[in-house]
């Protein structure tokens, strides 16, 4: 099971509401992203073990095939950036990372098929660094 956190999930439904309300480029992923909150346990931004993709974090992860790890960060749409490796949430990637764990082989559908990739590490994550201060 996914794990988000309450802050997350609340900013997500703002974005879900705003994507199908607005028309808003990734509105087919909207299905997704409402799956996810469905389907997630969410936990204090407190709880949520270090180990867990959350939003705003930057993961390294190898997809299946290739040599060489790949790094981006999850991003509200507003805040992407595909030239700064800044995903956002409405992309099925995206979506595939978000409240899973290091160490997590997560699967999503792209224009040339299923693709799967395995989450190498966190390198940042806003939960962990709060706790840290």
Request: aromatic content about 6%; hydrophobic content about 35%.
């Amino acid at each position: 099971m996914k794990i988000l956190s309450l802050l997350d999930k609340e900013r997500l439904h703002e974005v879900s509401d705003s994507a199908f309300l607005n028309d808003t480029p990734g509105r087919g992923s909207v299905k997704g992203l409402n799956r996810l909150l469905n389907e997630a346990e969410f936990k204090d931004p407190a709880d949520v073990p270090d180990d867990v993709v959350t939003m705003n974090s930057k993961v390294r992860l190898r997809l299946k095939g290739e040599n060489e790890d790949r790094e981006f960060t999850l991003a509200f749409p507003d805040e992407s950036n595909y030239e700064e490796d800044r995903f956002s949430i409405l992309t099925p990637i995206a979506q595939a990372v978000l409240g899973s764990k290091v160490g997590d082989t997560v699967e999503w559908e792209a224009p040339r098929g299923k693709c799967r990739a395995t989450i190498k590490a966190i390198i940042y994550q806003p939960e962990a660094e709060r706790a840290k201060r």
